[in-house]
């Protein structure tokens, strides 16, 4: 357990319907990553946030996804009328960023999606 | 933007024997090369990683070396044992994390 925690673990939704799920990081790592992984494939960088700045979003990031880290913890990712396409894995990761410029992230278990 | 490409994508030892993954990436700003385990249903677990002013780095049965003027690193397992099975992903950092497509090891008692 690396301590990043995500709710829910698993979501099966019909399509066009919105859903959102959490991630709490470890509690003292500023930056927070936001991944999505397809079967048998690595896992593909979507955002991350340093405290509560997004500062970088893929274009993988489509409009209607959004991410939010309103209090600089915890982060919630929405995906707005959803779509087969979206089926995945959703993982989150967190690291600390600081003089030390360390890069080690830390992932958590993920949220797996299934859009029916 | 950065390319990251990992062979094989599938390996399969003996237990006790070594296991070697090996990566390239096409960015030279790359500086930092993190190896990740993941098990079924699991998020992936950082197992070792190695920076760009360093050659390579041992940790027990672990080892990862890099190559910077070639752009590819490796990712070696020795006394391979049947719970090291799972998928491996490398991954190269320099404006974001890319990730390789995966090992699957499996090894087999």
């Known amino acids: 357990d690396t301590g990043v925690s995500q709710d829910p673990r698993h979501k099966i939704t019909k399509r066009g319907q919105n859903v959102t799920f959490r991630c709490d990081p470890i509690s003292e790592h500023n930056r927070l990553y936001w991944y999505r992984q397809t079967l048998g494939q690595g896992p593909e960088f979507l955002t991350y946030?340093?405290?509560?700045?997004?500062?970088?979003k893929s274009r993988l990031l489509s409009d209607r996804f959004s991410a939010e880290r309103p209090k600089g913890s915890f982060s919630t990712l929405e995906i707005q009328r959803t779509e087969q396409g979206d089926s995945a894995m959703y993982l989150c990761?967190?690291?600390?960023?600081?003089?030390?410029?360390?890069?080690?992230?830390?992932f958590g278990p993920g949220t797996r999606l299934t859009v029916t | 933007g950065e390319n990251v490409e990992q062979h094989p994508s599938t390996l399969s030892v003996q237990e006790g024997d070594s296991a070697v993954i090996k990566c390239t990436y096409s960015d030279s700003a790359s500086n930092y090369f993190p190896w990740y385990k993941q098990e079924l249903g699991k998020g992936p677990q950082l197992i070792i990683d190695?920076?760009?002013?360093?050659g390579e780095k041992k940790d027990q049965r672990i080892a990862v070396t890099l190559n910077k003027t070639a752009k590819h690193f490796s990712l070696h397992i020795t006394e391979t044992q049947p719970e090291d099975s799972a998928v491996y992903f490398c991954?190269?950092?320099?404006?974001?994390?890319?990730f390789g497509a995966g090992t699957r090891l499996t090894v087999k008692p």
């Open positions: 991954a190269a950092n320099s404006n974001d994390m890319r």
């Open positions: 990761a967190s690291s600390l960023m600081g003089t030390g410029l360390s890069y080690e992230q830390y």
């Open positions: 946030f340093q405290n509560e700045a997004q500062l970088e």
């Open positions: 190695i920076r760009s002013n360093v």
